[in-house]
């Protein structure tokens, strides 16, 4: 007979790992956003990500991606339904034709006017119904716990075409 787990480490993971954890967490808070942002017709991901897009100049694929904390090929594929509903463009960056530039269209800035007021009532209901057991400290300590483990943290978005990784 083959060796298996005890029960009891099963329980332990259950109850301690922060895995675990932070993945029911993202996964119910994308089902709140994404509820709420139904009538506009997106999906939390593709509010973050034509949020990303709502720059000065349009950034290509590599610094979306990081924002993000996708693969590119994970964003391209993210990219393709937003796309065929005409909300986002790609198009050969003049400076260098090997890159694409990722630019909303009249319809994407439409859509995230639409849906911003959404967000900001949904995100100040999720922040009211955390401040009620979590300490103030707990968004921040999320953000820091990102940087450390080597993800971007808050990741600023550069206005400029071509800014460094820090700025993406």
């Known amino acids: 007979m083959s060796k298996k787990v005890p029960f009891e480490t099963t329980i332990h993971v259950r109850d301690t790992c922060l895995c675990l954890h932070a993945q029911r967490a993202a996964r119910a808070l994308?089902?709140?956003?994404?509820?709420?942002?139904?009538?506009?017709?997106i999906t939390n991901g593709q509010f973050s990500l034509l949020m990303s897009l709502n720059r000065p100049h349009p950034p290509s694929i590599a610094p979306?991606?990081?924002?993000?904390?996708?693969?590119?090929?994970?964003?391209?594929?993210?990219?393709?339904?937003?796309?065929?509903?005409?909300?986002?463009v790609t198009e050969p960056d003049p400076k260098d034709r090997r890159?694409?530039?990722l630019l909303?269209?009249?319809?994407?800035?439409?859509?995230?006017?639409?849906?911003?007021?959404?967000?900001?009532?949904t995100h100040a209901s999720v922040d009211a119904e955390m401040a009620e057991s979590l300490p103030e400290t707990a968004q921040g300590d999320v953000q820091a716990m990102l940087v450390a483990l080597g993800g971007s943290g808050a990741g600023r978005v550069s206005s400029g075409p071509r800014a460094g990784p820090e700025a993406a």
């Not at 391209?76 to 005409?86: D, F, M, N, V, W």
């Open 30 to 41: 994308a089902r709140r956003f994404d509820e709420a942002l139904r009538p506009v017709g």
């Open 99 to 101: 890159s694409r530039l």
């Open 64 to 88: 979306v991606a990081r924002l993000l904390a996708m693969d590119r090929t994970t964003l391209t594929a993210a990219l393709k339904p937003l796309e065929r509903r005409g909300l986002v």
């Open 104 to 121: 909303l269209t009249g319809k994407g800035h439409e859509t995230l006017l639409a849906a911003l007021p959404i967000w900001q009532a």
